[in-house]
């Protein structure tokens, strides 16, 4: 493998044979993009996840420190289980501290510009790479609004020169995807901040759809 800097990527990117690769999977370890990664696996596609972690600052930690080591740590487990190289790409570093409270738009959402940003330069560094996985279900704003994936591929189309992302499992509820995913990865398929509450909009999502909450 050429000695590429592969900056903003981390490191262990230059570990991973991506010209072996035909996609990447946007991977949190929550329902939808742990679905889409059992989907592509079961496909027999030959895919690589990147996760965006946040690096923590000094304790003491609090809950949402531990929720952000948990989710970082599950998902590392969960794409172990299924065999896909993951890289993990450190947030911090993107100057997250500069985010606003007062969003412009319903349109802004700053995680949607860096996952799109990063799967388009996972394309520049191999233009292999034809399908970039992003998961959604059928309720997932993105899902809804066209003009909301269109700001995703727009980055994408400039990076890549063509719209390589998908969103094969869009039309499927979260019911649905939970069910794609394998037995023993559901327990690491963490989606509350808070160890399971019952009360956030996280819990009561996955309440509606049947999901026993962690
Ligand atoms: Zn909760």
């Given at each position: ?55 923590l ?8 420190e531990v929720w952000l080591a948990t989710q970082r740590i ?141």
């Amino acid at each position: 493998m050429s000695k590429m800097n592969y900056f903003p990527l981390p490191p262990e990117v230059a570990q991973i044979p991506l010209d072996d690769y035909t996609g990447v999977i946007a991977f949190s370890g929550g329902v939808e993009s742990t679905a889409t990664m059992a989907w592509a696996v079961a496909r027999g596609e030959k895919v690589v996840a990147f996760n965006f972690a946040l690096s923590l600052p000094e304790p003491p930690y609090g809950p949402i420190e531990v929720w952000l080591a948990t989710q970082r740590i599950n998902a590392r487990l969960i794409a172990e289980k299924m065999g896909v190289p993951m890289m993990e790409i450190d947030l911090q570093m993107t100057n997250l501290g500069t985010i606003r409270n007062e969003a412009p738009t319903y349109k802004y959402s700053f995680q949607r510009w860096y996952i799109s940003f990063f799967m388009g330069l996972l394309t520049i560094y191999n233009p292999h790479l034809k399908d970039l996985y992003y998961g959604l279900n059928s309720t997932d704003s993105s899902a809804i609004h066209a003009d909301l994936r269109a700001a995703l591929e727009q980055m994408i189309i400039l990076m890549a020169g063509e719209n390589k992302m998908r969103t094969p499992l869009m039309h499927m509820t979260k019911a649905e995807q939970w069910a794609l995913i394998p037995d023993n990865v559901k327990p690491l398929v963490l989606t509350c901040s808070n160890n399971g509450c019952g009360g956030c909009f996280k819990c009561d999502e996955r309440i509606e759809a049947g999901i026993p909450i962690e």
